[in-house]
């Protein structure tokens, strides 16, 4: 589904402004577009209002790699934020060296190499909860499952 067709108007959700089909920030507000428009669908908005004390559509890109950046876990959020951050850094160089924008960038990164380590433990714990389970279930079966049919016996 391409981001036109979503638009329902060439005005920023936030505040109304003119805004280009193709622009993903609001010139004049500086509300990310897509977000704005999440914004607008409630269930989302509510549940970002009441974890940040902010409506979504409030969010700056900035504020949102920010987030995006501590999501722990999840590897796709902080991947986000590095593209947000790569993408904003790559219009204005500049960028590089301001903190504002190196800290989500490193709590990213950090964020992606944690969340690796954390899951390749978690499946070689898994991996090895599986195998101790089908062990006990192994065990269990001839026990458990009924008898086949007997030999000789004659019905
Ligand atoms: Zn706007």
């Known amino acids: 589904m391409s981001v036109e067709r979503l638009r329902t108007s060439l005005h920023c959700p936030a505040c109304g402004f003119r805004i280009a089909a193709r622009t993903t920030v609001c010139e004049n507000c500086g509300a990310v577009i897509p ?3 999440l914004a607008g669908s409630g269930v989302v908005s509510n549940a970002v209002a009441t974890l940040l004390g902010r409506p979504l559509g409030s969010l700056s890109l900035l504020e949102i790699a920010r987030i995006l950046a501590w999501v722990p876990l999840l590897v796709g959020p ?3 934020a590095l ?3 790569g993408l904003k850094v790559s219009q204005q160089p500049q960028r590089l060296h301001d903190r504002a924008w190196q800290g989500p960038a490193l709590v990213a990164a950090l964020n992606i190499a944690l ?3 954390v899951w390749h433990y978690a499946a070689q714990e898994i ?3 599986a195998t101790a389970l089908w062990t006990h279930i192994d065990r269990l079966a001839p026990t458990a499952l009924p008898a086949g049919p007997g030999k000789g016996v004659d019905i």
Do not use: D, K
Request: hydrophobic share 75%; proline share 7%.
């Open 115 to 117: 969340s690796l380590i």
């Open 35 to 37: 977000v704005a428009e």
């Open 127 to 129: 991996g090895a909860a």
């Open 78 to 80: 902080p991947i986000a």
């Open 83 to 85: 593209a947000i951050i």
